[in-house]
């Protein structure tokens, strides 16, 4: 299976940025969907963004559209969160998560689609 560590959060002022990143383990890691989410105290994880297996493709929540970019690298096992112009909105407890590519791109925004998920690193925003 795929095992999924996430570094990278912490305390920040709002307008600020934070790069997050989620190590994997597995040979198999580059041909999985990679997806973030995020849980805000008292809320459901949320969808946050999304990137393909061959990072050709791309999806992100609306919410942080223009100021959030998922990246990765599968040389290095890793996906990245780079998270700007934050504000307290963004505080919650980031996941990293890992879907088979055989399911479809289709499937990034959906949360009960994914096979593995990571710790959770906390992001706070202070105004």
Do not use: H
Not at 47 to 70: C, N, P, Q
Not at 117 to 124: D, F, K, R
């Amino acid at each position: 299976q795929v095992q999924l560590v996430e570094s990278g959060g912490g305390l920040v002022q709002a307008g600020g940025s934070l790069r997050l990143s989620c190590a994997a383990s597995g040979r198999t890691f580059s041909s999985y969907v990679m997806g973030w989410f995020r849980r805000a105290p008292g809320k459901e994880r949320k969808f946050v963004a999304g990137i393909s297996w061959s990072g050709g493709r791309t999806s992100y929540a609306e919410s942080v559209k223009g100021r959030f970019t998922i990246s990765r690298d599968n040389a290095k096992n890793t996906v990245y969160l780079q998270m700007n112009s934050l504000n307290p909105e963004d505080t919650a407890v980031y996941y990293c998560a890992a879907v088979s590519g055989l399911k479809g791109f289709g499937v990034v925004a959906t949360t009960t689609a994914y096979d593995y998920w990571g710790q959770g690193t906390q992001v706070t925003v202070s105004s």
